[in-house]
């Protein structure tokens, strides 16, 4: 059983990075980190460089937890998140999420909003303001 964690490269990704590894640790289960691009831009600030992905998994090393990361591009974000909670066999998906306008869903859709309706176990929605 895994716990899947949504990441992107900021607050918001920190914070379910952040409570995604606590429940890991106390659920004694592996880590699947997940980071995706639609691929429709030439710059994806959300789209972890190699870097940064390096980065990424000497932390999760250090913090001493079975892990693995994937990235894919070209996906929808939430659909992809949800596909691997369901290949993993997740027992529970942790996402960052943020205020958005409604006007800002119509237009943008919601990742939060796929995979809190579409995802195989239960999903756990941190805020970074509240950590």
């Given amino acids: 059983m895994t716990v899947v ?24 289960l592996r880590v699947v980190v997940v980071n995706a691009s639609r691929g429709d831009a030439y710059v994806d600030k959300k789209f ?10 000497e932390r999760l ?10 990235q ?27 205020p958005r306008t409604p006007v800002g869903k119509v237009l943008m859709g919601s990742v939060a909003q796929v995979v809190i309706m579409d995802a195989p176990c239960p999903v756990l929605t941190v805020r970074p303001d509240v950590l």
Avoid at 7 to 23: F, S
Avoid at 74 to 81: C, F, K, M, S, T
């Fill in 61 to 70: 090393t250090a913090a001493g937890v079975d892990h693995r990361v994937h």
């Fill in 72 to 98: 894919a591009v070209g996906v929808d974000i939430g659909d992809e998140i949800v596909r691997v909670a369901e290949e993993n066999h997740a027992e529970l998906v942790v996402i960052g999420i943020r």
């Fill in 5 to 28: 964690i949504g990441y992107v490269p900021n607050q918001y990704g920190e914070a379910a990075l952040h409570l995604g590894l606590q429940e890991a640790e106390a659920r004694k």
């Fill in 48 to 57: 972890v460089s190699e870097q940064d992905l390096t980065d990424l998994d």
